[in-house]
């Protein structure tokens, strides 16, 4: 067994907050805040217990605005719950973020705090001393509105529904439609959720004009001439540059979009076509119907926990457990916010998936990945302090990309049919290599963006053009489907709710090859090293925890041409 199963039960453990803390008003929180910067911390001792006390406090406060932000997901039509989020985002945050600040600064004031020698604050400090250095009161309010109106995008595009025959339907649950045989029937339902997110694309990109001039405002304010330097330095990547980011963009395009292109002609002539649309890319060939791997989120559930058993009993149990504690919502449906996330919950140690599912191929991928951030979650529970929890998405991802290929071995749960499974592989591989194009695309135009914020509605609609057809090939035929093309990216969640928050799944996926590589030669040690690697949270740098796992983190041409070779072989298998 991978991990001790003690990790798995929920406790609420405080020693410096009463038990029955919870606050409805600033006032609440406001003692312990002062208690904190007004304390006397003489040596290293009361310094640890400094530490133990403000990340008791940080966590409480974490998984408060965590079941506001859950809660407001789930039913974007709720007023109580937008209330009860928006409160917190524009009354508490305002509240905490200068306080916050003046701990950084306690911290960095210290004599011994160089000297202090726990296992991850090293890592800690670099933070703290980032954050000081960037921090502006003037900031506080701006990046309330802007959390705040980051949120429109949930509540405009959660509405968002079709008619397919006679049936209101969400467009995640129209979009199974794409699959069928009926290429008429294709086009029409292609067309109709077209039309549908077109209703809402003038509104979309004045929303995306006010996010980019209050973001630009921000860097202006912490002294940076653009917001892509800010967030930066705002995530803490410490360990790579925007040009480690281009040199990622160059080699998948030379490497992976060759790759993609032949599996999307592969795909044309499987369903025999002699062009290829945009409503083809779904579509199953003649005779084949759509995989379904479950019947309902309940199955779904079920059928995960099976086959995360068969890889490790404590696998399986870490989604069990979220099944017991109802820390799942995993139905698509009219008024919920699109996408799907693990939240972590800090303080009860549990976290909470939520996610669109409609029986698809990709919402097991989905519900595997959320998985795979689920475990990182519990396992890295133990770790001290809340900065130790707090973790870069690059490791983040790697837990969840890893299993989503690691569990891939395992699919006979999910498909009785050994060619249902061995389609479902084959889908899966051949969305790992059209992922990396996408990813490039994504970051590629959010570099664009902020470093030219004074740009047009329709100067942004031709930046993300001519970013779509360089990372994409010619397989497609885009012919009178301008307006598709031109705003496909308002579909990208990230880009209106986290910015920059992109690239990271590119260097996790091509860390996840690697893991699933090393799996596939020697599983136990490749599970091992996994859970290993994921139970340093954020301890250590992202290069320390991608050689635990028994890997590199490395995005250079020759090793994304090794990777991707990697996936291409293991496809051209699954084709014998």
Known sequence: MLASEKLLSISVKRSYLPADFAFSSKEDILPFFKELIIRDVNDVSAFKQWLIDRSELEAALQENVGWRYIRMSCDTTNKEYSDAYTFFVTEIQPLIAPLSNDLDTKMLSFTFVEDYNDKGFKNVLRQVRKRVEIFRPENVSLMAELQNKEQEYASITGSMTVEIDGEELTLQQASNFLEMHDREKREVVYRKILSRRLQDRDKLDELFNELIKLRHRIALNAGYSNYRDYMFDSLGRFDYSPD????????????????????????????????????????????????????????LINKTISCFNEMDPFLGACIEALKNENRLDLESRIGKAPGGYNYPLYETGMPFIFMNSTNTLRDLVTMVHEGGHAVHSIVDGPLALVDYKNLPSEVAELASMSMELMSMEYWNHYFNDEGELLRAKKKHLADVLKGLPWIAA????????????????????????????????????????????????????????????????????????AVWRNFINDKETALTKYIAALSLGYTDTIGVIYSEAGITFNFENDYVAELSGFVASQLDLLEQ
């Not at 480690?244 to 025999?272: M, T, Y």
């Not at 609609?461 to 496909?488: C, P, Q, T, V």
Request: glycine content about 6%; hydrophobic content about 35%; aromatic content about 14%.
């Open 442 to 513: 994504i970051d590629a135009f959010q570099h664009w963006i902020y470093l030219n914020p004074e740009h047009t509605a329709n100067q942004r609609r031709a930046a993300w053009k001519e970013n779509y057809i360089r990372f994409s090939g010619k397989a497609i035929n885009w012919d009178g489907l301008d307006d598709a093309l031109e705003n496909m990216w308002q579909k990208q969640l990230h880009l209106f709710e986290v910015p920059f928050y992109y690239i990271e799944y590119g260097f996790a996926q091509l860390g996840a090859i």
């Open 244 to 299: 480690d980011c281009f040199k990622f963009h160059h080699a998948v395009e030379k490497h992976l979009v060759p790759l993609v292109q032949k599996n999307e002609e592969s795909h044309r002539k499987s369903i025999g076509l002699d062009v290829l649309r945009p409503w083809d890319l779904s579509a199953e060939p003649e005779g084949q119907k759509p995989l379904r791997p479950y019947n309902g989120s309940q199955d």
